[in-house]
Nanobody, 117 residues
Framework: EVQLVESGGGLVQPGGSLRLSCAAS????????MSWVRQAPGKGLEWVSS????????YYADSVKGRFTISTDNAKNTLYLQMNSLKSEDTAVYYC??????????WGQGTQVTVSS
């Protein structure tokens, strides 16, 4: 059974940083593409970033490029999203997903990130 469990969300001031984690199980993590997707209050899903674990190629939405970094630890089957220079518009529920952008097939339960002073 595929399981994705996010953690690391919380309340942070504008300009601050957070690191999200996603513990994965039930599939071959090291050969899978993984993504982060977010949903802001009252809005639809927005793709944030993807990584191909087997090649380490990374991709970012323009809205987060240069501020967010996606990475994996294949020994721990864990996906990360380092978020720096956070803005109020980054406030959202962040979901970890198995699969590349637009082709995600499994999702975690989400973790809330709130950027506010």
């Amino acid at each position: 059974e595929v399981q994705l469990v996010e953690s690391g969300g919380g309340l942070v001031q504008p300009g601050g940083s957070l690191r999200l984690s996603c513990a994965a199980s039930g599939f071959t993590f090291s050969s899978s593409a993984m993504s982060w997707v977010r949903q802001a209050p009252g809005k639809g899903l927005e793709w944030v970033s993807s990584i191909y674990s087997y090649s380490s190629n990374t991709y970012y939405a323009d809205s987060v490029k240069g501020r967010f970094t996606i990475s994996t630890d294949n020994a721990k089957n864990t996906l990360y999203l380092q978020m720096n220079s956070l803005k109020s518009e980054d406030t959202a529920v962040y979901y970890c997903a198995k699969g590349p952008a637009g082709i995600e097939d499994y999702w975690g339960q989400g973790t809330q990130v709130t950027v506010s002073s």
